[in-house]
């Protein structure tokens, strides 16, 4: 089992929010129950990460604990989303 929260941030595929049905799909598939707010979030966190796996490559040396974007993602991993 791979949690939901994993599978949204670190799938490789394309993150659609569908507002109207309340759901986020990614790559075409793997469909997940959530408010369009959650969605877009998500996909706000994932483009961060981007830039933060950017950084990273151009200064192997840039510390990324500090980050709110990283310590956003471990929260969610770590708790699944609940407090």
């Known amino acids: 089992m ?4 994993a599978v949204l941030l670190f799938s490789g595929g ?4 569908r507002h109207e049905a309340g759901e986020v ?3 075409g598939f ?3 129950a959530a408010p369009a707010r959650i969605g877009v979030l998500i996909r706000e966190l994932r ?12 200064d192997p040396g840039l510390d990324l604990a500090g980050s709110p974007a990283t310590a956003a993602m471990h ?3 770590e708790t699944d989303g609940f407090d």
């Not at 394309?14 to 929010?17: A, F, T, Y």
């Open 47 to 58: 483009s961060a990460a981007d830039g933060l796996l950017e950084s990273k490559l151009a």
């Open 14 to 17: 394309r993150l659609d929010v």
């Open 75 to 77: 929260g969610l991993l």
């Open 25 to 27: 799909v990614v790559d």
């Open 30 to 32: 793997a469909r997940f």
């Open 2 to 5: 791979v949690p939901a929260y």
